[in-house]
């Protein structure tokens, strides 16, 4: 089965890092460009980040000011974003989400994982 | 940044009818809008890619129309398993940016 799966969730205080992981199965990452959309409770979907093949093009919501790092292990088959100074705004659940066709819409994501910035 | 308006913010509807969904985008994005799925406690699923192209799998009671700046998503008859929020999203300019999202509700 193709799949994505999030880990690296949880609760933190305002100002901590958290490193969050997205895990491919039945496809190879290596061939696709990948991203990050998250989703405060109640609220809409939010791109945060994309990273092309090979890492050779990455870009950031602004918003994020500098706070986000993307990355890719291909051959961990894995996706990473690194959030420091987590701030309370940041909660939200982050999804991993694969590019189709090297558009930059969003043809597979995974279940999400679950970020609560709070004190 | 383009922003990306979605009217109305809740449709009600009864099973077998029509929904039109609007997506309005500020600036011109072509035809690189798609379109999500979005149930509670799931993770959106495509829908539609290039404003008309329905995903692998998905019914043909859905249907995406429009370019430029105004688009539609109508879903012919609604079925009880229809009935969730939609999101667009334009994807010709950085940030990639969603609309606000339309929840489809039984009426």
């Known amino acids: 089965e193709v799949q994505l799966v999030e880990s690296g969730g949880g609760l933190v205080k305002p100002g901590e890092s958290l490193r969050l992981s997205c895990a491919a199965s039945?496809?190879?990452?290596?061939?696709?460009?990948m991203n990050w959309v998250r989703q405060a409770p109640g609220k809409g979907l939010e791109w945060v980040s994309s990273?092309?093949?090979?890492?050779?093009?990455?870009s950031y919501a602004d918003s994020l000011k500098g706070r986000f790092t993307i990355s890719r292990d291909d051959a961990q088959n894995s996706l990473y974003l690194q959030m420091n100074s987590l701030r309370a705004e940041d909660t939200a659940v982050y999804y991993c989400?694969?590019?189709?066709?090297?558009?930059?819409?969003?043809?597979?994501w995974g279940r999400g994982t679950l970020v609560t910035v709070s004190s | 940044e383009i922003v990306m308006t979605q009217s109305p913010a809740t449709l009600s509807v009864s099973p077998g009818e029509r929904a039109t969904l609007s997506c309005r985008a500020s600036?011109?994005?072509?035809?690189?809008l798609a379109w999500y799925q979005q149930k509670p406690g799931q993770a959106p699923r495509l829908l539609i890619s290039?404003?008309?192209t329905r995903a692998t799998g998905i019914p043909a009671r859905f249907s995406g129309s429009g370019s430029g700046t105004d688009f539609t998503l109508t879903i012919s008859s609604l079925q009880s398993e229809d009935f969730a929020v939609y999101y667009c999203?334009?994807?010709?300019?950085?940030?990639?940016?969603f609309g606000g999202g339309t929840k489809v509700e039984i009426k």
């Open positions: 989400a694969r590019s189709d066709n090297f558009w930059w819409y969003f043809g597979l």
């Open positions: 039945g496809l190879s990452l290596s061939t696709y460009n």
């Open positions: 990273i092309t093949r090979g890492s050779r093009d990455i």
């Open positions: 600036q011109s994005v072509g035809s690189n």
């Open positions: 290039g404003a008309s």
């Open positions: 999203q334009q994807y010709i300019k950085w940030p990639l940016t």
